[in-house]
């Protein structure tokens, strides 16, 4: 079974920092694209993070709305998934979620239908 486990919320002031982690189980890690999303309150669920498979290079890509403040990154030896948050904002209050993925079906990044494994999310929420 394979199981996707965030960790790492939790409440902070504007401008303070979080690091999001999601532990990968069962899953062959190194074989798949991996992703953070967040969703807030009646929004849609987005892509905040990417990041491409270790044999690919582990390319990554990035919401707009958090480039330069967030960084994503993987550990294939601890089967572990990170998401940096630095200088948060309010409007990146959101539930958090890790997801996996190894068939690209759509060629958006964020694509969800490209990601077949789904955490249960960790909620983050920054307060002015």
């Known amino acids: 079974q394979v199981q996707l486990v965030e960790s790492g919320g939790g409440s902070v002031q504007a401008g303070g920092s979080l690091r999001l982690s999601c532990e990968v189980s069962?899953?062959?890690?190194?074989?798949?694209?991996m992703s953070w999303f967040r969703q807030a309150p009646g929004k849609e669920r987005e892509g905040v993070a990417y990041?491409?498979?270790?044999?690919?290079?582990?390319?990554?890509y990035y919401h707009d709305t958090v480039k330069g403040r967030f960084t994503i990154s993987r550990d294939s030896a601890r089967k572990g998934l990170y998401l940096q948050m630095n200088s948060l904002k309010p409007e990146d209050t959101a539930m958090y979620y890790c997801?996996?993925?190894?068939?690209?079906?759509?060629?958006?990044?964020?694509?969800?239908?490209?990601?077949?494994?789904w955490g249960q999310g960790t909620q983050v929420t920054v307060s002015s």
């Open positions: 990041i491409s498979t270790s044999a690919t290079g582990g390319v990554t």
């Open positions: 997801a996996a993925g190894d068939t690209w079906r759509s060629s958006s990044v964020f694509a969800i239908g490209n990601f077949q494994y």
């Open positions: 069962t899953l062959p890690h190194n074989s798949y694209f």
